[in-house]
C-alpha cells in the first residue's frame, strides 16, 4: 500500500492540475463534506490540506471518536441517531459495552500537538515503533493493538455502517481524508473527458457571461460566433437522428 502522507500529496496535486482556469482549491474541495466523509475533524482537514502535520491522537481515541462521528452523520431515513443497542446488537455485543467504551474515552482531553519540549525530549529518545502511538494523558507511547475486544468492536461497527469491516474507524488522517477525495478525483477527471463540462470549468461560461462588457467587439463577436457554431452542428446533428428514425419507421 501506498505510503499515506506521500499518497494524500499525489491525489492533492492530481486535483490541482485538473482544476480549471479561473477557480481556486476552495471551489471543489468542500471542508465541511470531507471531513463528514472521512471523520477526520474540520481544522485537521484543513492542515492536512495545507500539507501540515495532524496532531497526535490516541488510536483508541479516534476510534471511539469516530464511532461517535458516524452516529452523527450517517442517521436513519428518518433523520434520527442509531441506538447503542441498535449498533451493539448487530455484531452480538451489549449495550453496555459499547455505550461504557464511548463514555469513558469521551472524557479525555482532544489529541493536542506536542510542545517544543516535548519534541526535543522526544527526538533524545529511542527510536519508537511506528505502529505505537501517543497516549494522550503521559505523553508515553503504546501499541495500536490489531486483536482483543476493541478489534471485534470496530469490526462490528464498520459492518454495521458501511457492510463491512474496512479500517475506516482506525484508518490515519492522511488515509481517511486521501480516501475522502477520491470521489472528488473521479468527478474533476469525468470533466477532463466531458467538453461541455470542461467548458464550464474551465471556460466559465457565466463567468465569461458577467466579463462579457469587458470585451473588445471582435472578440466578443468571436465568442458569439464560436457558440453559435457549436448549437447549429448540435441542432443538424439532432434533425438528422429524427430524420432516419422517422424513415426507418416508415420502412416497417
Known amino acids: 500500500m501506498r505510503e499515506t502522507r506521500r499518497a494524500l500529496a499525489e491525489t492533492l496535486s492530481r486535483i490541482g492540475s485538473l482544476i480549471g482556469d479561473g477557480q481556486s482549491r476552495d471551489d471543489v474541495l468542500d471542508v465541511e463534506q470531507l471531513s463528514t466523509e472521512s471523520g477526520v475533524p474540520r481544522d485537521v482537514v484543513r492542515m492536512l490540506l495545507d500539507g501540515e502535520e495532524p496532531p497526535a491522537e490516541d488510536i483508541t481515541d479516534r476510534i471511539v471518536r469516530r464511532i461517535v462521528h458516524l452516529r452523527e452523520t450517517r442517521l436513519r431515513p428518518d433523520g434520527t441517531r442509531h441506538s447503542y443497542d441498535e449498533i451493539a446488537a ?21 489529541p493536542q500537538t506536542l510542545s517544543p519540549q516535548m519534541s526535543s525530549r522526544q527526538a533524545l529518545s529511542p527510536q519508537v515503533p511506528s505502529e505505537q502511538v501517543p497516549s494522550q494523558q503521559t505523553g508515553e507511547r503504546r501499541p495500536a493493538r490489531s486483536g482483543g475486544p476493541l478489534a471485534s468492536t470496530q469490526a462490528g461497527i464498520e459492518t454495521f455502517f458501511f457492510g463491512q469491516p474496512n479500517g475506516w474507524l482506525s484508518a490515519e488522517p492522511q488515509a481517511s481524508l486521501d480516501n475522502a477525495l477520491q470521489s472528488v478525483l473521479r468527478g474533476l477527471e469525468g470533466e477532463a473527458d466531458d467538453p461541455m463540462a470542461r467548458l464550464r470549468s474551465t471556460h466559465g461560461l457565466r463567468e465569461l457571461a458577467a466579463r462579457a ?17 457549436i448549437l447549429q452542428r448540435r441542432n443538424a446533428q439532432r434533425v438528422r437522428g429524427s430524420g432516419s428514425d422517422g424513415s426507418h419507421t416508415e420502412g416497417h
Not at 91 to 110: C, E, F, I, Q, W
Not at 213 to 228: K, N, S
Open 213 to 229: 462588457p469587458q470585451l473588445a467587439e471582435e472578440e466578443l463577436q468571436l465568442v458569439t460566433d464560436w457558440i453559435d457554431t
Open 90 to 110: 448487530s455484531y452480538g455485543a451489549s449495550r453496555a459495552s459499547l455505550s461504557n467504551l464511548v463514555n469513558s474515552r469521551r472524557k479525555t482531553p482532544p
